[in-house]
Structures are given as C-alpha cells and as structure tokens.
Nanobody
C-alpha cells in the first residue's frame, strides 16, 4: 500500500496559479497510475487529472487546458500545475492511485480561490 503526502495548496486570487506536490512511499510507485482528486464543499470527490505509469494524461472537462499533471518516478512524486484558477476550483485536493483503485486517503491540501 502506498502512503501519500500532499502539499502546495493555499489561497490564490482568480486567474492565479498553484503547483501541488504529492510525495509517495513505496518502491513500486512507478507502475501505478496516479491521479489528483478533489472534493469541493458539499460535493462528492471527483477525479480531476490522471497520469498512467507510461506518462499518458487525461483530464476532467472542467480542468482541461488549465491543469497539467506530471510525475517524477525517481522522486516518487506527482505534481499538479494549476493555472487560470477559478472560484469553482476551490476544494481539498488529494492524490491517490487510480490503478490499482485508491485505498487509504491522505489529509489532502486545501486550495481556495477567492478575491
């Protein structure tokens, strides 16, 4: 089971940018498909972006063209570059596996977009 620690969240104005990081434990991190999930207040958790073990990416329509997911297998780290942030992006952001299915969740990192 992989353990995950998210960081990089904060308060940003609309149109601003943030870069999230997720440090993962485990020697077989590189074979996992990884994702950034988010949960807005009063809403279900959703998968915002994923990256396969081979580096293929996919995005939810709501973030496509604004967010970029990447990974550094040498550092066991997944990143999420978020540009042109909007108030509707306000949420707690979590990273986790996509394949295998996510199991234990970390505490996430809060992103608040507000003027």
């Amino acid at each position: 089971q992989v353990q995950l620690v998210e960081s990089g969240g904060g308060l940003v104005q609309p149109g601003g940018s943030l870069r999230l990081s997720c440090a993962a434990s485990g020697s077989i991190f590189s074979i996992y498909h990884m994702g950034w999930y988010r949960q807005a207040p009063g809403k279900q958790r959703e998968l915002a972006a994923l990256i396969t073990s081979g580096g293929t990416t996919n995005y939810a329509d709501s973030v496509k063209g604004r967010f970029t997911i990447s990974r550094d297998n040498a550092k066991n780290t997944v990143y999420l570059q978020m540009n042109s942030l909007q108030p509707e992006d306000t949420a707690v952001y979590y990273c986790n596996t996509v394949l295998p299915p996510p199991s234990a969740w970390g505490q996430g990192t809060q992103v608040t977009v507000s003027s």
